[in-house]
Each structure stands twice: as C-alpha cells, then as structure tokens.
C-alpha cells in the first residue's frame, strides 16, 4: 500500500508532540537608489531569515552574489537605500530599507534589512528547526506562555485564534508565522501556555534528530523503527494515528511523539 508523504505531528504537554512549517520569500523587483548619507559606525548583523540573498544592489531584480545562511553574522557597511521596498518572509509583510553589508571573508553586497537583527539570541533561536519530542520545536517549547513565545520570536509572528480539531471540534490556540510554509498551530491552556504543537505543512525545515518530519513516508518510519509501526484505519477523522512502534528504535519517543499518516494515493497496491 502507498502511503501519501505526509505526517502530522503533535506535541502534548507532558505527553507527544511534533511540527513542521516552512519559509516563504516573495520578491518584488523594485529598483532601489542608494542613499548618500552614511552612518559613522558599523554594525554586527545577523541573518534571522533562513537562505538570505545577498545581492549586487539594493533591489530584488539585480544579480545574487551569495546565499547567507541563517544565524550567520555580516557587518553593516552604513549606507543603505532611500527607498523602502515590500517583501514576505515567514508570512509576515515587511517594509524595509536595503543595507550594504560585507562577511568574513570580505565579500560584500546589499542585504534586505528585514531579513537582519541586532540580537544574536533571536537569530539562533529562530534558526532552530529541530524537534525535541517531549520539549518542543525550536525555540518554542511545552508550557511556554504566549507572551514569552512573543519576546523569543517577536509579536509580529505570534497570532491567537481557534485551532480546529477532528468532528468538528475546536480549541484556544496560538499560530506561529501563519501564513507561511512553516506554519505552527498550537493549543494554549486557559492561562495561554502551550500545552501541545502540530505541524501539518510538508516541505518544511522542521525535523528529529534521525530526520522524521512532515513529508515523512511509511517506509522511511519503519526503517529507523527497524520494526512494524501500527497506525489506526483511515476513513474517519481520527484514521492514520499512530498505535504503536511494537518495541522498536522508535519506542524512545512514545508518549512524546504522535505521528499521523495521510491516506493512501492507491488502495489497489
């Protein structure tokens, strides 16, 4: 039987959980002047968005000269555009200049400043995509308020609303860069903490340590199980939810780590 790629991960407080979203860039080719007044200082920047383009000017239609990877430090040159220019990341609209930046081995360029901060702290944490199962994902963690939620990532990508539920059902939760391919939903107790995370999003960056993540196939959970993984039938609303790992590699993770498998592409094979 085929299965479709897909997992759905969910992390209970003191329980299970998993997650997965992705990062979403729009470019919008707006030619950007260059301002002519220069800060006297420079400044140590780091990259918060995963997969920053640097490029030869201050505009998205112009040549990429490097991928900066996320957390990676670059030193603000202090000049920067005139202009401001549109652009998404992570499902939030930003509207910021274009600034010259140099790296470490003397390569330098423009650098949209939405994509730059200040704290060092912010970037690492947001260039997290590891699961904890038991703990969390990234820097968002089980029993974490919304509002210290808010101080490690930033308001601006910390949403609440209703998170919907098998037969109809709903609960008070919080959405993390909604919007975006790396969408996170998670349920929030009456005091707002965290108390379980779902990640449905395939294509994301978020992952275990042995690579379990949303896009995940059968085989590839059996194999680092290295035994059968029983799932429930599907057909209802609760259908593909996982069982049991029968006492395999994967056991370390029951109680912590619920996976849900999509229906099958072909029942016929």
Known sequence: MKIKPFIHCIAYLFSFFLISCSSKKTDVSINNPISES????????????????MRSEPNTSST??????????????????T?????KLRGLEFDDYWYRVTLNDGTNG????GMLTENLQKAKDMNDYNIYPGVGVGCIKLGM????????????????GKIVLAEGGEEEGVFIYKGSSMEIDAAITKDQKIKYIRLRKPGTPWHTKEN???????????KLNEKPINFYG???DYSGTLESYNGGKLMIY???LNLILGEPDDLTN
Do not use: C, R
């Not at 420079?42 to 995963?50: A, G």
């Open 234 to 236: 599907f057909g209802w």
């Open 212 to 222: 379990i993540k949303v896009g995940s196939t059968l085989d590839q959970l059996v």
């Open 254 to 256: 029951a109680g912590k």
């Open 83 to 87: 202009t401001k220019e549109k652009i």
């Open 110 to 113: 423009w650098m949209y400043g």
């Open 38 to 53: 220069k800060d006297s200082a420079k400044t140590q920047m780091y990259v918060w968005v995963e997969n920053a383009l």
């Open 145 to 160: 308020s919304v509002d210290e939620l808010k101080e490690k990532i930033g308001s601006e990508f910390v949403a609440l």
């Open 64 to 81: 990429i000269v490097d991928t900066i990877p996320g957390g990676y430090t670059v030193i603000y040159l202090g000049e920067k555009s």
